[in-house]
């Protein structure tokens, strides 16, 4: 397999991926499923102690509704969240005893509202969407990849290639709550490191340009330079975040 990344290259179009993978195939997918029940007491307890509040994406024009899609994170790109970590100990254990999980988090999308089509950021990961709270099945409430809609399901597992085109809606009364997380691919193992540093890389770029509209109007190959001093500087603190989390704010 060869790595693709949504940022420089081409769109995606790769037919050999399939749209959506079977859990029955893989043990890491029977661990999460079996797990369900805690995870669900541990995410229903933080957003409690939160007072039902998670953090809404940065990407204001990745949901039709402003703050219909929110988020708080465990892990990001091979970093924890230390803080959301020890408020959740049976999660934590469960993404230390699984060294290809390199993302994380609790994902709610509001009523009346969809996540916009959209690719991810590369295809050298399986995304995951455990079900949490799923208010409704098609249509009301599902998903799309390539054209293929599926419903999600309370402690199921749909596990699909971020890099095809995707969205989601809910258009049922009640917030859909998902665990989402990211394994990644056999074939790209060896380079796990590299890829989560770049993807990181270029999130921080995203996040930049969203705060300052005016790097967005800069020519391309300003944002390549951007990117690749971003990743530079991301390399130099690996071992620094490797032991104390993420150093940007996650609450």
Known sequence: ????????????DNAADPNFFDPA?????????QNADAIRAELYDLIAQRNGSLIPYFAADMDNKSQSWQTLAFKTWGIDVKTHLAACPRI???LQSLPQLVSASVNLLSPDSQINPHQGDTNAIFRCHLGINIPAGLPECGFEVNGEQR??????????CDAHRHWAWNRASQNRLIFLFDIMREPFRAQQNAICRRVRAFLLLQWLMARLPLIVRLPKWVHY???????????A??????????LLKHS
Not at 1 to 12: D, L, R, V
Not at 25 to 30: F, L, M, T, V
Not at 225 to 235: D, K
Request: aromatic letters at 22%; proline letters at 5%.
């Open 1 to 12: 397999m060869k790595i693709w990344y949504n940022y420089w290259q081409a769109p995606y």
């Open 92 to 94: 934590a254990q469960l």
């Open 25 to 33: 195939d893989y043990d890491w997918a029977q661990t999460i499923m």
């Open 225 to 235: 330079m951007l990117f690749t001093a971003i990743r530079g500087v991301l390399w």
């Open 237 to 246: 603190i690996y071992p620094i975040q490797r032991r104390r989390g993420v």
């Open 151 to 160: 419903p999600w399901a309370n402690n199921e597992l749909l596990i699909f």
